[in-house]
Nanobody
Framework: QVQVVESGGGSVQTGGSLRLSCTVS????????LGWFRQAPGTEREGVAV???????IYADSVKGRFTISQDNTKSSLYLKMDRLKPEDTAMYYC?????????????????????WGQGSQVTVSS
């Protein structure tokens, strides 16, 4: 059984940094797409960043140059380093996983692409 568990998040002032972590267990796919979505109150859930099994990454335009997605050597842990945070980054952040490569099938930033979701971690950025 696949389990996706996030940790990290919290509150920070504008311009600060935070790091989210995610552990994916019970996942046996050799090819995959792992990443992060976020949802602010009253808005649609949106894709933030993903990393493919080949190491390639895709970022939403709104976070390019500020956020960095990465994996550890075992590829069972996923991270999202968030720098120069803005109030509009305030949201619940979700770790996601899927057995289809990021650039194949359903578009990477569609929530329909992902079979496995974490419980969410809150990120709050104050001005």
């Amino acid at each position: 059984q696949v389990q996706v568990v996030e940790s990290g998040g919290g509150s920070v002032q504008t311009g600060g940094s935070l790091r989210l972590s995610c552990t994916v267990s019970g996942y046996t796919y050799n090819s995959y797409c792992l990443g992060w979505f976020r949802q602010a109150p009253g808005t649609e859930r949106e894709g933030v960043a993903v990393i493919d099994s080949d190491g390639s990454t895709i970022y939403a335009d709104s976070v390019k140059g500020r956020f960095t997605i990465s994996q550890d050597n075992t590829k069972s842990s996923l991270y999202l380093k968030m720098d120069r945070l803005k109030p509009e980054d305030t949201a619940m952040y979700y770790c996601v996983a899927n057995g289809v490569r990021c650039a194949r099938g359903i578009k990477w930033d569609s929530r329909l692409k992902y079979d496995y979701w974490g419980q969410g971690s809150q990120v709050t950025v104050s001005s």
